[in-house]
C-alpha cells in the first residue's frame, strides 16, 4: 500500500480459505480477518485506517473496535501483518 496514492490505485484481493496467491514486494499490510469484519468492514475502510494507524497491533484492534460498533453478528478475528523492506 502506498500512502500517496487514493484507495482507488490500491491493489485489494479478497481469498477464501486454502486458496493462494503470490505478493509483490511493494506489500506493507496484509489483514487476514474473518468473515465477522469483513460482512460489515469494506476494503476502502481498511485502506483509510491503516494510512491514519502505522502499528499494526493498534489498527487490528481498530479494525475490530470498527466491526463491533457496525453491530457484526458473527464472531470477528483480525491480525495485520507489516512487511518491512
Given at each position: 500500500?502506498?500512502?500517496?496514492?487514493?484507495?482507488?490505485?490500491?491493489?485489494?484481493?479478497?481469498l477464501?480459505?486454502g486458496?493462494?496467491?503470490?505478493?509483490?514486494?511493494?506489500?506493507?499490510?496484509?489483514?487476514?480477518?474473518?468473515?465477522?469484519?469483513?460482512?460489515?468492514?469494506?476494503?476502502?475502510?481498511?485502506?483509510?485506517?491503516?494510512?491514519?494507524?502505522?502499528?499494526?497491533?493498534?489498527?487490528?484492534?481498530?479494525?475490530?473496535?470498527?466491526?463491533?460498533?457496525?453491530?457484526?453478528?458473527?464472531n470477528?478475528?483480525?491480525?495485520?501483518?507489516?512487511?518491512?523492506?
Open positions: 500500500m502506498k500512502r500517496d496514492e487514493g484507495p482507488q490505485a490500491v491493489n485489494t484481493t479478497s477464501e480459505s486458496m493462494e496467491t503470490q505478493v509483490s514486494s511493494d506489500l506493507e499490510y496484509l489483514v487476514l480477518a474473518t468473515d465477522g469484519l469483513w460482512d460489515v468492514v469494506q476494503n476502502e475502510d481498511v485502506i483509510s485506517l491503516m494510512r491514519a494507524t502505522d502499528e499494526p497491533e493498534v489498527a487490528a484492534v481498530k479494525l475490530t473496535e470498527m466491526a463491533h460498533s457496525r453491530h457484526s453478528s458473527d470477528i478475528t483480525c491480525i495485520v501483518v507489516g512487511f518491512h523492506h
